[in-house]
Nanobody, 119 residues
């Protein structure tokens, strides 16, 4: 009974900025980590940014993307600056969640939001 909903995304020109958001809801006891991944058709899903104890970024987005977490709202935003055409992908939110009333802990995924960067 955990859901992830992403918002934002869209079509933007290279060099522009975009902010996408993810909210985790449901029977949550604790969110241990949240992150953003992306996937292009024919390619494997790859990590973009993740916050656990520390923060991890893909080399390709370092200095351009910033992940921020609102613990009270179980939300994770990804601020994407200086976007490049190669950033075009479906962006997926992932949350490591321990559910309420039990010991179940697993990764949950959102449905994804499309980000398209034109040159």
């Amino acid at each position: 009974q955990v859901q992830l909903v992403e918002s934002g995304g869209g079509l933007i020109q290279a060099g522009g900025s975009l902010r996408i958001s993810c909210r985790v809801s449901g029977r949550i006891f604790r969110v241990n980590a949240m992150g953003w991944y992306r996937q292009t058709p024919g390619k494997e899903r790859e990590l973009v940014a993740e916050k656990r104890i520390g923060t991890t970024y893909a080399d390709s987005v370092k200095g351009r993307f910033t992940i921020s977490i609102d613990d009270a709202k179980n939300m994770a935003d990804l601020q994407m600056n200086n976007l490049k055409p190669e950033d075009t992908a479906v962006y997926y939110c992932k949350a490591d969640v321990q559910e309420r009333y039990n010991t179940l802990r697993r990764d949950y995924w959102g449905q994804g939001t499309q980000v398209t960067v034109s040159s």
